[in-house]
Structures are given as structure tokens and as C-alpha cells.
């Protein structure tokens, strides 16, 4: 029963954080570096950064979110901040958000059309 709310509690942290990435780059912004620094307080809590997420490659990325016990929902969501982060600032995380997607689409067994829509609108 403690495993289970020990994973409760992770699934919270990590909803919350991903709530509050997607909120930030919700709005269109010019990213300044107060901006920034708010996106990688939150990234903290995963030991990333936006410096370290422009140099991780896309398979440590997907690694490194399958270890801190991301799900397939969890890094849908995550790539979706990848691709609204990308959107007007001057670092492009499309490829890795592409790379993702495209884990989720391979590695769940379950085709998603929402994915599936998504990689068609980027790749656009």
C-alpha cells in the first residue's frame, strides 16, 4: 500500500509540474530570461534545464522521462510544452518533441489519433 501512494504522490508532482509548464507557454511570449528561469525551476524537479534539453538527445530525453515514471499521458504532455515552448523562441525543440510523439505511437501498442494529428501539424 505505501508503493502505491508514493506513486499517487509522484503522479501528482509530475501533473502539477507539466500543468504549469503547459501554462507557461500557453501565452506567446518574447523569452526573455525571467521567463526562462521560470520554465527551468520547473524542470528542476526532472534535473533538466533549457540548457540541458537543447543538448540531451532525443533518446536520453525519452529515457530520462520513462525514469522518473512519466506515462504515455505524462509524455504526450510533455511534448506538447516542447512544441509551445518552440513556438517564437530562439531554440527549436520540435525533433525532440517529434521523437516523443513518435516513442508513444511505437512503444504504447495503441495508435492515437490525437498523436497522429499532432506529428502532421508539426511536420507541416
Do not use: C
Not at 42 to 68: H, M, N, V
Amino acid at each position: 500500500m505505501l508503493n502505491k501512494g508514493l506513486r499517487d504522490e509522484k503522479k501528482v508532482k509530475i501533473d502539477t509540474m507539466l500543468s504549469t509548464l503547459l501554462s507557461l507557454v500557453f501565452v506567446p511570449k518574447f523569452w526573455n530570461i525571467e521567463d526562462t528561469s521560470l520554465i527551468d525551476n520547473q524542470l528542476t524537479e526532472i534535473q533538466l534545464s533549457s540548457a540541458i534539453l537543447q543538448e540531451i538527445s532525443e533518446k536520453d530525453l525519452i529515457t530520462l522521462l520513462s525514469g522518473y515514471g512519466f506515462d504515455w499521458e505524462d509524455k504526450e504532455r510533455f511534448a506538447d510544452f516542447l512544441v509551445d515552448y518552440s513556438k517564437g523562441n530562439s531554440v527549436d525543440f520540435i525533433a525532440k518533441a517529434i521523437a516523443v510523439y513518435v516513442h508513444i505511437q511505437a512503444e504504447s501498442k495503441a495508435f492515437s489519433f490525437g498523436i497522429f494529428n499532432k506529428l502532421a501539424l508539426i511536420k507541416n
